[in-house]
């Protein structure tokens, strides 16, 4: 049985239904959690010492931080709507709320912090697009929370992969800290498919296979990635959608492809 995938619970209280700590997942920075809340709910939270970047993945919501209000923000139906999410920044030790205007979907991504900052609602305008690869390694990508927009720790993105299309590929690695040619940083995906029967796959695996597992993702799943590579592959039919959470010691994301599968993108250079 494959030990990185977290899977969805039935909503707590505070309608939290999946969380991966530092502490749950054996390591040091990152922390995922994801919120559903019906309209008119309220998630409130904020960490001494951690960082947070609040993405609505899907639906409308005001939040407040620190005694500022930002109204209505997001506004998309799903995931997979050509458009941004609402998103906010929060520096270490501000308390926050998010209060749903609509049924939402709330991922609230941490990492650790000394509370610099002010607090800001992330928009399109700072949120860069691109398009990676090439046939079906082709993918969509939006830096939500990029190494050259300001935190402490967090970088966060989202990527759709169309169907029959790989991503995350060729393999790559940051588990390293090797000045200009690695960091280390470690990762959790978090996957939504459309339509939301189907699945897709990721493989974590290390160069001496020391960890190695191959992992059947389906909607609304968390794959926890400590090291090693970690491509993922999204079954003909299915759109993938993943929001990627990375942290570690050094704020930059510099990384390493498996050399076995390097060719792949040097014969097109």
Known sequence: MATLRV???????????????????????????????????Q???????????????AGTAD????????????????PFED??????????????????????????????????GQPRVIDDAHMSRETRGSGTNTRHVRNILPENEPAESLLVV?????????SS??????????PEAETALEETYYHRLNPPQGFAFQRVYTDDRSLDETIAVEDGDVVMVPRGYHPVGAPHGYDLYYLN?????????????DPAHDWIVRQKR
Not at 158 to 166: K, N, S
């Open 83 to 116: 458009r941004a999410p609402g998103a906010v920044y929060v520096p270490a030790g501000m308390a926050y709320a998010v209060v749903a205007r609509s049924s939402i979907e709330l991922a609230v991504c941490t990492a650790p912090g000394k509370g610099a």
């Open 43 to 57: 998630y409130a939270g904020g960490e001494a010492g951690r960082e947070a970047c609040l993405v609505i993945v």
């Open 63 to 78: 939040v407040t931080v620190a005694g500022e209000t930002f109204a209505a923000l997001g506004g998309r139906a799903t």
């Open 7 to 41: 899977r969805p619970q039935a909503a707590g209280a505070d309608g939290t239904v999946l969380e991966v700590t530092p502490a749950s997942a054996g390591w040091r920075h990152v922390g995922f959690r994801i919120v559903r809340l019906d309209a008119g709910q």
């Open 158 to 166: 989202e990527v759709i992969t169309p169907g029959g299309h790989w």
């Open 245 to 257: 959470v990375m942290a570690g010691p050094n704020r930059r994301w510099i990384f390493r492809n």
């Open 169 to 178: 590929y060729p393999p790559h690695k940051h588990d390293t800290a090797a």
